[in-house]
């Protein structure tokens, strides 16, 4: 169950960030619609890339703690840097905006894409002990994302977005745990 635990804690923690940064690029890209369509094409080319590079480099499963940790340290970070330099910058010409959100989302979503691979990875090394711990894993952080959506626009909404992005380093650090 424990193990199992960590696939809703990313699953959760990669969908509160999301929301959160589609939110707080709205204004900085100038339509919902940009918003939306940048953000979530950044965070999903990257954190496939971060899946495609685990492989590569996190060759056992105790080493995904350094992308957890890296996943918390720069969530908490963006909490107060974000906010200003996304103010300071709104009025660039949207090319450099959109290479500014690359910048900030890429690292990020790299390391957001390295947790679920290892940790399947890990799971298929100890699979002999329940044999559909894969299929929950898939099932639970899938869960967690859809449930997840909903409770990042009502903490948004009740305590902002700087308690929606804490609320993902929070379950990202749950994971590292």
């Given at each position: 169950?424990?193990?199992?635990?960590?696939?809703?804690?990313?699953?959760?923690?990669?969908?509160?960030?999301?929301?959160?940064?589609?939110?707080?690029?709205?204004?900085?890209?100038?339509?919902?619609?940009?918003?939306?369509?940048?953000?979530?094409?950044?965070?999903?080319?990257?954190s496939?890339?971060?899946?495609?590079?685990?492989?590569?480099?996190l060759?056992?499963?105790?080493?995904?703690?350094?992308p957890?940790?890296?996943?918390?340290?720069?969530?908490?970070?963006?909490?107060?840097?974000?906010?200003?330099?996304?103010?300071?910058?709104?009025?660039?010409?949207?090319?450099?905006?959109?290479?500014?959100?690359?910048?900030?989302?890429?690292?990020?979503?790299?390391?957001m894409?390295?947790?679920?691979?290892?940790?399947?990875?890990?799971?298929?090394?100890?699979?002999?002990?329940?044999?559909?711990?894969?299929?929950w894993?898939?099932?639970?952080?899938?869960?967690?994302?859809?449930?997840?959506?909903?409770?990042?626009?009502?903490?948004?909404?009740?305590?902002?977005?700087?308690?929606?992005?804490?609320?993902?380093?929070?379950?990202?650090?749950?994971?590292?745990?």
């Amino acid at each position: 169950a424990i193990p199992l635990f960590y696939f809703i804690a990313i699953g959760l923690g990669y969908i509160l960030a999301e929301i959160a940064f589609i939110q707080r690029f709205v204004l900085f890209l100038g339509h919902p619609t940009y918003a939306l369509t940048v953000v979530i094409f950044l965070m999903l080319l990257a954190s496939g890339a971060g899946s495609m590079l685990s492989r590569r480099w996190l060759f056992d499963p105790l080493q995904v703690r350094t992308p957890l940790a890296v996943v918390v340290a720069m969530l908490l970070a963006y909490i107060w840097v974000l906010p200003p330099v996304l103010r300071a910058l709104v009025g660039l010409p949207f090319l450099l905006k959109l290479m500014i959100s690359a910048l900030a989302l890429i690292p990020l979503g790299l390391a957001m894409g390295m947790p679920f691979p290892s940790g399947l990875r890990a799971l298929a090394a100890g699979s002999a002990q329940q044999d559909n711990a894969i299929e929950w894993a898939w099932a639970l952080n899938a869960a967690s994302s859809v449930l997840g959506s909903v409770l990042a626009m009502v903490i948004a909404i009740v305590f902002g977005l700087s308690w929606t992005l804490a609320s993902g380093a929070l379950a990202y650090l749950l994971a590292l745990v």
